[in-house]
């Protein structure tokens, strides 16, 4: 939002395959990868190198504007899995190739993308998450500094860590939602080690990229926000006093103004704050 430039948004419509008899299927469907080079007026899609329609992420790199990557979602679709997994463009996603996931992980599903830069290297941080028998048992919350050729497992023992954010400005500070107990669990070692906060969360969970202790986090139908590092929290908007019952899928921060907050509800529902999420 702060660079000038093609945009980018990832799709998501019912798994299916991208190439073969399919393909069609895709051309005319909604899903996928888009690119607009006129500030949104228009889409294109950019589906070169998919194996599979369901795209629930795309990021793009820190270091190279033109550098994209794309979690694909593993799902069973009338009978037939479609693996998971991790794609990466190096031309503003006119073409893509599969990354090397984590040692068993290609049928998961990468719920969480975020790409951060810190001394010139960039880390990848995926999360993946399980759906049904098929997947293998070997997921969570992971991270890759050198382009997916080796990846590093940054989730507690037991635990399935899902949605999280990392400190814009040093990716030492992470927060994270465990899926099992819907606890948030924080860490200041870059993931390698956490400690479980006595805060609950349902969803998505951001960092101010001013202050590491200011977060803001869904409890399904509201939005908690914390100014002490997930010690306390208050509720700041409670979406079912509006517009009935509807699930917060997203919250963003403006990089280059932390009072500038946008948060998602199912629905297509949008909220703004300028005044830091209060």
Same mark, same amino acid.
Request: no cysteine; aromatic share 10%; charged share 20%.
């Given at each position: 939002?702060?660079?000038?430039?093609?945009?980018?948004?990832?799709?998501?419509?019912?798994?299916?395959?991208?190439?073969?008899?399919?393909?069609?299927?895709?051309?005319?469907?909604?899903?996928?990868?888009?690119?607009?080079?006129?500030?949104?007026?228009?889409?294109?899609?950019?589906?070169?190198?998919?194996?599979?329609?369901?795209?629930?992420?795309?990021?793009?790199?820190?270091?190279?504007?033109?550098?994209?990557?794309?979690?694909?979602?593993? $799902?069973?679709?009338? *009978?037939?899995?479609?693996?998971? &997994? %991790?794609?990466?463009?190096?031309? /503003?996603?006119? +073409? #893509? @190739?599969?990354?090397?996931?984590?040692?068993?992980?290609?049928?998961?599903?990468?719920?969480?993308?975020?790409?951060?830069?810190?001394?010139?290297?960039?880390?990848?941080?995926?999360?993946?998450? $399980?759906?049904?028998? *098929?997947?293998?048992?070997?997921? &969570? %919350?992971?991270?890759?500094?050198? /382009?997916?050729? +080796? #990846? @590093?497992?940054?989730?507690?023992?037991?635990?399935?860590?899902?949605?999280?954010?990392?400190?814009?400005?040093?990716?030492?500070?992470?927060?994270?939602?465990?899926?099992?107990?819907?606890?948030?669990?924080?860490?200041? *070692?870059?993931?390698?080690?956490?400690?479980?906060?006595?805060?609950?969360?349902?969803?998505?969970?951001?960092?101010?990229?001013?202050?590491?202790?200011?977060?803001?986090?869904?409890?399904?139908?509201?939005?908690?926000?914390?100014?002490?590092?997930?010690?306390?929290?208050?509720?700041?908007?409670?979406?079912?006093?509006?517009?009935?019952?509807?699930?917060?899928?997203?919250?963003?921060?403006?990089?280059?103004?932390?009072?500038?907050?946008?948060?998602?509800?199912?629905?297509?529902?949008?909220?703004?704050?300028?005044?830091?999420?209060?």
């Amino acid at each position: 939002p702060d660079r000038r430039g093609p945009l980018y948004a990832a799709t998501v419509a019912a798994p299916g395959p991208g190439t073969g008899s399919g393909i069609e299927v895709l051309r005319s469907g909604i899903a996928v990868v888009y690119k607009s080079t006129d500030g949104g007026l228009s889409w294109q899609q950019r589906i070169d190198g998919f194996a599979n329609t369901y795209t629930p992420h795309v990021v793009l790199s820190k270091l190279d504007s033109r550098t994209l990557y794309a979690g694909i979602g593993g $799902v069973k679709s009338f *009978d037939i899995f479609y693996d998971g &997994g %991790l794609l990466v463009s190096r031309n /503003g996603a006119e +073409t #893509w @190739e599969q990354m090397a996931t984590p040692a068993g992980t290609p049928k998961n599903t990468p719920i969480s993308l975020l790409a951060t830069l810190k001394n010139g290297v960039e880390t990848l941080y995926v999360s993946h998450m $399980v759906h049904g028998t *098929d997947q293998p048992t070997a997921y &969570g %919350l992971y991270a890759t500094a050198d /382009g997916g050729r +080796t #990846w @590093e497992a940054r989730n507690p023992p037991g635990l399935v860590l899902q949605y999280f954010d990392v400190f814009a400005s040093d990716n030492a500070v992470l927060y994270a939602n465990d899926d099992s107990a819907k606890r948030i669990h924080k860490s200041a *070692d870059g993931g390698r080690t956490w400690t479980r906060t006595a805060l609950g969360n349902y969803g998505p969970i951001r960092i101010s990229p001013e202050n590491a202790n200011v977060v803001i986090y869904t409890g399904f139908t509201s939005l908690m926000k914390s100014s002490d590092g997930a010690a306390t929290m208050r509720i700041v908007l409670d979406d079912a006093a509006y517009l009935g019952t509807r699930q917060f899928m997203d919250i963003k921060f403006a990089p280059a103004d932390a009072r500038v907050v946008w948060a998602a509800a199912k629905g297509y529902i949008l909220y703004k704050s300028t005044d830091g999420g209060e």
